[in-house]
């Protein structure tokens, strides 16, 4: 017979799961107003201690990781209703312009492969609409589904870039995006 020393963990208390929620809702709003904002600035936006905002978050890449993953779910939600290439490609681009500064701030923390893996989610109706374009003959066949995925991701991601340094119009970017896509995707 084996024993099991290992104590099972307690459901967390209401409270905390408010805390926790509030503090990545402060994070998303911190990183939104600047992608370098300090876990104490997160923290008085909370309205809560750092030493609570610690004991849910030990470090800085653990709240970018939470504030990533609502920011994935909200984008695989709402990417999950289906349309044709066109509406997924200004949906990402509204979801990523609304989460840009998380995503940026998570770019320079994690490496690109597991930004990568993180977007599989997200990626997975892109790769659909892709298969399924392919199939009608719709889109070119003479590309992997695979690299026309990665080239709207590479794009979508290009067009957040020229927005945030300033060569790219917000206002022109869903339209920009878009022709640019379906140019690539169509062939």
């Given at each position: 017979m084996?024993?099991d020393?290992?104590?099972t963990p307690?459901?967390?208390?209401a409270?905390?799961?408010?805390?926790?929620?509030?503090i990545?809702?402060?994070g998303?709003?911190?990183?939104l107003?600047?992608?370098?904002a300090?876990?104490?600035?997160?923290?008085?936006?909370?309205?809560?201690?750092?030493?609570?905002?610690?004991?849910?978050?030990a470090t800085?890449e653990a709240?970018?990781?939470?504030?990533?993953?609502?920011?994935?779910?909200e984008?695989a939600a709402?990417l999950?209703?289906?349309?044709?290439?066109?509406?997924?490609?200004?949906?990402?681009?509204?979801?990523?312009?609304?989460?840009s500064a998380?995503?940026?701030?998570?770019?320079?923390?994690?490496?690109?492969e597991r930004?990568?893996?993180?977007?599989d989610?997200?990626?997975?109706?892109v790769?659909?609409l892709?298969v399924?374009?392919?199939?009608?003959?719709?889109l070119?066949?003479?590309?992997?589904?695979?690299?026309?995925?990665t080239?709207?991701y590479?794009l979508?991601h290009?067009?957040?870039?020229?927005?945030?340094?300033?060569?790219?119009?917000?206002?022109?970017?869903?339209?920009v995006?878009?022709?640019?896509?379906?140019?690539?995707?169509r062939?």
């Amino acid at each position: 017979m084996v024993i099991d020393d290992a104590p099972t963990p307690r459901p967390r208390r209401a409270d905390a799961e408010r805390n926790a929620a509030a503090i990545v809702d402060a994070g998303l709003d911190c990183f939104l107003a600047d992608p370098q904002a300090s876990m104490a600035a997160i923290a008085r936006a909370a309205g809560v201690s750092r030493v609570t905002l610690y004991s849910h978050f030990a470090t800085r890449e653990a709240l970018l990781d939470a504030a990533f993953d609502r920011a994935e779910a909200e984008a695989a939600a709402a990417l999950a209703d289906g349309g044709d290439l066109a509406w997924l490609v200004r949906t990402s681009w509204r979801l990523l312009d609304r989460h840009s500064a998380v995503f940026a701030a998570v770019s320079t923390a994690f490496p690109p492969e597991r930004l990568r893996e993180r977007h599989d989610r997200i990626l997975a109706p892109v790769r659909r609409l892709i298969v399924r374009g392919q199939e009608a003959g719709e889109l070119r066949s003479d590309l992997s589904a695979d690299w026309l995925v990665t080239v709207v991701y590479s794009l979508v991601h290009a067009a957040a870039a020229e927005v945030q340094a300033g060569r790219l119009d917000p206002s022109d970017a869903p339209d920009v995006l878009t022709s640019t896509v379906l140019a690539a995707v169509r062939g």
